[in-house]
């Protein structure tokens, strides 16, 4: 079972490590190999097609869509990354002392868990972005104290029901807790599904940020961003469809990307390296 | 004479990334009405393909290689699939070891028993429902629990709804998969007699798979003992130990004698 | 070694189980070397029993005294410390060996808590328990559902046996396995108790497990002990009617020897 299953697994590791390992490439070369300066007008050239001195053509501005995507990958990629990162570990975190404090501290936190989530859901990010300015990093913020309830949601539920295992108890027979009890019997059945989770999410924080890139409340205007650009095409979706198409595949990119890397980490985390133990 | 069932060089295989693999690999059984056979053998000896496949209910992915079943003089490979269908509880049934996931979760098990009455034996609902409880009654559950869903009930009482399933239906040719596994033994004797009388049916055949011996003993007056996917062992029950000559049978024995009360203990 | 004095346990549930006592006052003994067999129907509480033993469930009321301590009333903290000396071998071994892990590692896992041992050292026990339960050394690197049943729950006793404990609570060892397995995991016990003097407690619904191997029986049902001693008086005179059914229904061979 094990060799066609291994190589299943790398298979869809590799894809996705691939797709991203090439994004994250282009982010960090992108300057040197972009054609133009990214916030360079051309008004003569407005709206044109690709091919010739603008391999992806132009914008509404007359700015080259290829080079505007080289160095928005830069942000787009880290921005989401970070924030999906940082969601991850609180919502771990949180879940976990949630899952095994005890009855009493897994009321209090699931109750405050559930304020949040009755809030509307952009409402606290808004908040977050009005008291301390629109930027990247409020923005950031505002996301992660948005998001974070949700994974912790999960991931209680996970914990309640990994410590249900009859391996678990096994292991705290055998005389296993505390952490120890956590990093090797829980952790590894609470980790797959939220980076899973996290894997998707990471490609759907891009759009969070190209929606508040769009309302002036994330990236600032000059600044290169995919979901800023997907946003700014929007008008021009009869006229210069390839202005959509271009911000577009690249999210889609990342999202694939990210989705086969989660999935392939999922059954990595399963397979540990032969001969050893 | 001809015999009722005989299964012949019946070989099922497997594609696998190594090539085709053969789980059962050149069988020979038969059964006379009235007998009682054993199939004996550990998980993956294959006992339980050969009966999926003498039922027509092989798993996807699983191919015939070879070798006859003639079930009263027709060959069921040879039929066509319509009309072999048919036969499914009309001819022959089987009860699974995971009574659990035999049993339709979202109907009550009186309902599921009485439409198999008013589907095989073309009876009206009304006559189905009060045959149903009778059936019921016959295996020891109490009518009132018609009214359960399969998970509402024991492993045992499951087991029992399947048997009365199997009384329901009269198949000639009943076959029990591993009808004791899971239950205690208490609960496996209350089985192994309801089992046994089915086989004082006239006409009736059953085939027994058991990986417990023991167990097989109490119904069976013939055994064969499958190892890989080969029947490595053939004897009437009680002349087992005499006949016996493959290692695993042997085995076998010996773990059967070490983990049963002496016959002194009466 | 370990004596159970009027054990109670009452689980507070709703519907059918409201206020039905799993354990209703259970007394037990178990003297060093015992092979101690304790049979009943499931739903008996045998398992209950096991893990208020353990510990992993509170009793009502009642008391457990293992070699001279009381420990039933012991804080979760000093647990630990009786586990080093009282195991316990699990039914099914498949859902109670963590699939992720190579059996080295599982066999490691009591030892790197129980003892403090280097290395090394930890290695050549795990090497060496490997070899009392009768697997070779290479079988550290398979992972648990790369074994059959037989090997698994071989695992599971060395674990058990790693940190060396002077009890094994053996709750239905056997009860997932094929006939030949069963046979030599009973085995293998009988030989770890003649071997090592090992004090165990066989849990089983299967009074034909018992004949040839245990030296005490304990007959159990609705939470209470119906009868007890040893087998042959125990099953000779079936004065209790109940004891009078599970032997009926125990398979007999009708082979002659």
Request: aromatic share 6%.
């Amino acid at each position: 079972m094990s060799a066609v299953g291994s190589l299943g697994k790398n298979r869809s590791l590799t894809a996705g490590g691939a797709i991203l390992a090439l994004l994250v490439l282009a982010a960090l070369v992108g300057p040197v190999l972009a054609p133009h300066d990214p916030l360079r007008i051309d008004p003569l050239h407005r709206l044109a097609g690709p091919g010739g001195e603008y391999p992806l053509g132009t914008d509404h501005l007359g700015r080259c869509v290829c080079s505007r995507l080289l160095f928005g990958a830069r942000i787009s990629l880290s921005a989401s990354l970070a924030v999906s990162l940082a969601i991850l570990v609180l919502g771990l975190a949180v879940g976990f002392v949630a899952g095994l404090g005890g009855p009493r501290t897994d009321l209090i936190v699931m109750r405050l868990v559930d304020i949040k989530l009755a809030f509307p859901s952009l409402i606290l990010t808004l908040a977050v972005i009005g008291a301390l300015g629109p930027s990247l990093f409020s923005a950031s913020l505002g996301i992660v104290l948005n998001w974070w309830p949700v994974y912790a949601r999960m991931v209680r539920g996970l914990v309640l029901a990994a410590k249900e295992k009859e391996y678990v108890l096994a292991a705290r027979v055998t005389g296993s807790r505390g952490l120890k009890l956590v990093r090797g019997h829980l952790l590894p059945q609470v980790l797959p599904p939220a980076l899973l989770l996290a894997s998707l999410e990471t490609g759907s924080l891009i759009l969070v940020f190209a929606g508040l890139g769009f309302l002036g409340l994330g990236v600032q205007a000059p600044t290169p961003e995919w979901g800023t650009m997907l946003s700014e095409a929007r008008n021009y979706i009869y006229t210069a469809p390839h202005l959509l198409l271009a911000p577009g595949a690249a999210i889609f990119l990342a999202v694939l990307g990210f989705n086969l890397l989660g999935e392939g980490l999922r059954e990595a985390l399963n397979l540990k390296e032969a001969g050893k133990w | 004479m001809v015999k009722f069932l005989e299964v012949s060089g019946l070989r099922i295989g497997f594609k696998s990334p190594a090539g085709l693999v053969w789980p059962v690999d050149g069988v020979d059984l038969d059964l006379d009405r009235g007998g009682v056979l054993g199939l004996v053998g550990q998980s993956g000896s294959g006992k339980s393909l050969t009966a999926l496949a003498i039922m027509g209910l092989l798993p996807r992915g699983a191919v015939i290689g070879g070798g006859r079943i003639v079930l009263g003089g027709q060959d069921l490979l040879q039929m066509n699939p319509v009309r072999r269908r048919r036969l499914l509880g009309r001819v022959m049934f089987i009860t699974f070891q995971g009574s659990a996931s035999a049993l339709n979760p979202t109907m009550t098990v009186g309902r599921q028993l009485a439409e198999t009455l008013v589907l095989t034996r073309g009876l009206s609902w009304a006559k189905a429902r009060t045959r149903a409880q009778e059936l019921m009654e016959q295996v020891n559950l109490p009518p009132e629990l018609t009214e359960s869903y399969a998970f509402e009930l024991s492993g045992g009482m499951r087991q029992r709804v399947l048997v009365a399933l199997a009384l329901a239906l009269e198949p000639p040719l009943l076959m029990a998969d591993e009808p004791t596994t899971g239950l205690d033994m208490v609960t496996q004797r209350i089985v192994l007699d309801l089992l046994a009388k089915q086989k004082d049916r006239p006409g009736a055949a059953m085939i027994v798979i058991s990986h417990d011996l023991r167990a097989v003993g109490l119904l069976a007056d013939r055994v064969a003992v499958m190892h890989r996917g080969r029947v490595v062992d053939r004897a009437l029950f009680k002349e087992l130990p005499q006949k016996a000559v493959h290692p695993h049978t042997l085995e076998l024995i010996k773990a059967s004698r070490m983990l049963s009360l002496p016959e002194a203990v009466c | 070694m370990l004596i159970v004095q009027d054990l109670v346990k009452r689980f507070s549930g709703k519907g059918r189980a409201r206020d039905k006592a799993a354990l209703d006052g259970v007394s037990l003994e178990l003297t060093q070397g015992d092979f101690f067999g304790l049979v009943g129907q499931s739903g008996a509480g045998k398992s209950t029993l096991a893990r208020c033993v353990m510990g992993i469930q509170r009793p009502t009321s009642g008391r457990v005294l293992f070699l001279g301590r009381e420990i039933s009333s012991l804080p979760a903290k000093e647990r630990p410390g009786v586990w080093q000396r009282m195991q316990m071998v699990w039914q099914d071994p498949h859902v109670y060996l963590n699939p992720h892990w190579r059996v080295g590692r599982l066999v490691a896992e009591p030892i790197r808590n129980f003892l403090n041992l280097e290395k090394k050292a930890v290695q050549a026990r795990v090497e060496d328990m490997l070899d009392r339960v009768g697997l070779p050394p290479s079988t550290a690197l398979a992972f648990p559902h790369q074994l059959s049943g037989g090997q698994c729950q071989r695992v599971a006793i060395a674990r058990a046996l790693a940190p060396g404990p002077e009890l094994l609570i053996c709750d239905e060892p056997v009860a997932a396995l094929d006939l030949p397995w069963q046979h030599q995991i009973m085995e293998l016990l009988k030989d770890l108790r003649e071997r090592e003097g090992l004090t165990i407690l066989l849990i089983t619904h299967d009074l034909g497990l018992t004949w040839h191997y245990c030296n005490c029986l304990a007959v159990m049902k609705q939470g209470r002990i119906v009868s007890r001693g040893e087998p042959t008086s125990l099953l000779r005179n079936k004065k209790e009617p109940y004891v009078r059914e599970l032997v009926e229904s125990t398979p007999r061979l009708a082979w002659r020897e």
